[in-house]
């Protein structure tokens, strides 16, 4: 089986820079804005000075998150890390605070209960699209923000789903026991996207443990400085699975919450035994992708044909290995067609509606890219790159022309598994 590298085995030092440059070229924001301050070596720089100025708290919030300047350092330092260990956000503007404010709130009180947060994706599919964006005719960042948040969700009726049964066994002679972890967004505007996964892991032999207890995974919170509310999901999700023992991996259909989940040990005191439990989980975490990659059962796709795919950034600079372009190119009759990475599609958990100008420039760019390679079908492994590149392809009139897929709905599978 292919070795998932660990977080937490090789922990980068977030600060040990040797200002060699190699990161600058792969920086999504500093392509948009070559300036040092933009860079990930200037955000460290920015990050050692006291006070910090409005002009320098901008450039460290106009980091994504992404980490590919982690992945490109040969000093092992992570500009990123850096700037999300910050005891909170920094947003110079008052509307900055105020929308960083607003989200922190969600992401504490609406986004891990899920009977709050599909009356809210409710409540916005009931609003009138039309009117909602009327707001863009406000001037100012709120009304741009709330704009696009609603462009984005509300095309979801979150389905009125029954309750998930907690054990479904294996359709085949079971080789895994499989905990899945549902996920906030995921589960409620992309359910289908979970029951394909499932039906997918039961075709493949696993039997599929669902706990009932686990929540959000607490990524939101934690790149929005909340680190008490990701401490707090962290340990309601770690006790959830450790109820569903024994189990073989943790299968996740959201790459970004994957990698969240991975880092649960670093929420914890070193050797405390809450970190002991964290790392036990971690090492069983695996993004859909990873988990076919690496056990490897027979695949059909949904529909043969030309393919591109969009990876998340989050994922691809910290797994160190691309599962999702090695799966598709197993599936017979598919060709995959390649498309640069460009490092990020903005969407970034909040930082697209944090941050709309820089996120839907680098989202013009990606759609772009993935226009020119001509491809019907886009196919990506995270639900927040996959609901701003809808978004994109809208913007640019080419919803008709190019689908975006989750690999799990790309993936044949049984309809009568899906339950
Ligand atoms: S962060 Fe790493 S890649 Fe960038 S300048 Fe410093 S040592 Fe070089
Ligand atoms: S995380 Fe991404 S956006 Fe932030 S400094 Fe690194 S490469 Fe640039």
């Known amino acids: 089986m292919t070795e998932v590298p660990n977080p937490f085995v090789q922990k980068p030092d977030p600060y040990r820079c040797s200002r060699c440059g190699f990161c600058l070229a792969v920086c999504p924001t500093y392509r948009l804005a070559p300036r040092e301050p933009d860079s990930p070596r200037g955000r460290l720089v920015l ?75 409710r409540l916005l599919h009931l609003l009138d699209r039309t009117f909602l964006q009327l707001l863009k005719l406000f001037p100012g960042q709120l009304s741009e923000t709330l704009a696009l948040l609603a462009a984005l969700l509300t095309p979801f009726a979150p389905p009125r789903a029954p309750r998930r049964t907690s054990l479904l066994p294996a359709r085949t002679e079971e080789k895994w026991r499989v905990a899945f972890f549902t996920g906030c967004l995921m589960e409620s505007a992309l359910r289908a996207t979970n029951d394909a996964a499932i039906a997918l892991l039961r075709q493949a032999g696993c039997t599929v443990v669902i706990p009932p207890a686990q929540t959000c995974c607490g990524a939101l919170a934690y790149h929005l400085g909340d680190k008490k509310t990701a401490a707090k999901l962290a340990r309601q999700n770690l006790d959830a699975f450790a109820a569903a023992e024994p189990y073989d991996f943790v299968v996740v259909t959201a790459a970004a919450c994957a990698v969240h989940l991975r880092e649960y040990p670093e929420l914890f005191p070193a050797a405390s035994p809450a970190q002991d439990a964290a790392r036990s989980f971690a090492v069983r975490v695996r993004e859909l992708a990873e988990f076919l990659r690496e056990t490897a059962p027979p695949l059909l ?33 598919v060709e995959i067609l390649p498309a640069p990475h460009l490092g990020c599609c903005g969407s970034a958990g909040t930082y697209l509606l944090r941050h709309p100008d820089v996120a839907l420039a680098l989202l013009d760019a990606e759609v772009a890219a993935l226009a020119r390679t001509g491809a019907a079908t886009v196919v990506t492994d995270n639900p927040g790159c996959l609901l701003f590149l809808r978004y994109g392809l809208e913007r640019h009139n080419l919803t008709g022309k190019i689908a975006v897929r989750h690999l799990a709905t790309f993936l044949r599978a049984e309809r009568q598994d899906r339950q």
């Open 47 to 121: 990050l050692s000075s006291r006070p910090l100025s409005p002009v320098a708290s901008a450039c460290l919030d106009r980091c994504l998150g992404c980490r590919a300047c982690e992945a490109a350092c040969p000093a092992g330092a992570s500009p990123a890390r850096a700037v999300q260990a910050r005891a909170t956000l920094s947003c110079p503007s008052p509307t900055g605070r105020l929308i960083a404010g607003l989200l922190r709130f969600a992401a504490r009180t609406i986004i891990p209960a899920p009977g709050r947060l599909r009356l809210a994706l």
């Open 301 to 333: 796709p949904a529909a043969p044909g030309k393919v591109a795919y969009h990876e998340s950034c989050l994922l691809r600079n910290t797994a160190h290995a691309s599962a999702l372009p090695a799966v598709l190119s197993r599936l017979p009759g």
